[in-house]
DNA sequence: ATTGACTTTTACGTAAACGTAAATTAAAAT
DNA sequence: ATTTTAATTTACGTTTACGTAAAAGTCAAT
């Protein structure tokens, strides 16, 4: 297994190592050190990064997106932290699923919107 | 036709009225005034406040949000303004269904884990 | 007519999510 | 060995999207 530099993720999703720093100042994600003090990012770092950006994209904030990568990574073992993740990660489904009916809303008004401009420029090269 | 007041629109909204009067602020609503300068909202008006708020909930900024505003109210007549605003439509379109698909694998991923979980939870019930 | 609820503008404050710069140290390249 | 490039911490700055408070005018009800 090897690792990545902090510029190369950097690189890699388009976003400065200040912001990945401050990702890590927020707790969402850890890496290891060498000796001399340098983050070295492992492909799971990697993709916990990827999905902190992508919660990003749909609006989430970076406090959500704690709570719900805890969700992933969570080694709960407890029945009763089971069932409470449980049913933090059913409402958390709820909501994604809402967003993308919503979202889907959204596609269909934009398309109508969308021929009935393509409408008017026909119209307009018919009299050209 | 009838108007609603700015403390109406906040409270079917759940939001503040400096929410909104921050709206107009940034140009991405106008109301009209009274004689004595009180803002009074359209239905129309009040549609334009619905798609802000969805546009807030999906992570699009304030500035990008007045960008889609203006491709729904725009009157834009001349064959060059109305190919670029289709343009710019169809790109806005292919943003949403990008995130649309995002959303659906995010989604799947969530379900996956729950069943997991779900699956984890059933073996410790077993043993009991 | 006056109380109370509502609205207006102006303006300063704030949290989140970084940007940016400085000083220092370490790694990579020549 | 020494330049160049990359990394680290510290800390102050900035933008977005509002919150909050003050001062003054207005509307609605009694």
Same mark, same amino acid.
């Given at each position: ?65 704690? %709570? =719900?990568? #805890?969700?992933?990574?969570?080694? &709960?073992?407890?029945?009763?932290? @089971? $069932?409470? /993740? ?22 269909? %008004? =934009?398309? #109508?919107?969308?021929?009935?401009? &393509?409408?008017?420029?026909?119209? @307009? $090269?018919? /009299?050209?």
């Amino acid at each position: 297994m090897n690792y990545y530099t902090i510029s190369q993720l950097a690189e890699q999703f388009d976003i400065s190592t200040r912001t990945i720093r401050y990702y890590e100042e927020r707790g969402l994600i850890s890496p290891i050190r060498t000796e001399s003090g340098q983050r070295l990012y492992t492909k799971k770092d990697r993709a916990v990064l990827k999905l902190i950006l992508r919660g990003k994209r749909f609006g989430f904030s970076l406090e959500e997106i704690h %709570e =719900m990568i #805890s969700l992933f990574d969570n080694d &709960r073992t407890g029945r009763k932290q @089971l $069932e409470k /993740t449980i049913a933090y990660g059913e409402q958390k489904l709820k909501e994604v699923t809402e967003r993308i009916e919503d979202l889907m809303q959204l596609k269909q %008004e =934009m398309e #109508s919107i969308l021929s009935d401009f &393509r409408e008017r420029l026909q119209k @307009l $090269e018919g /009299t050209k």
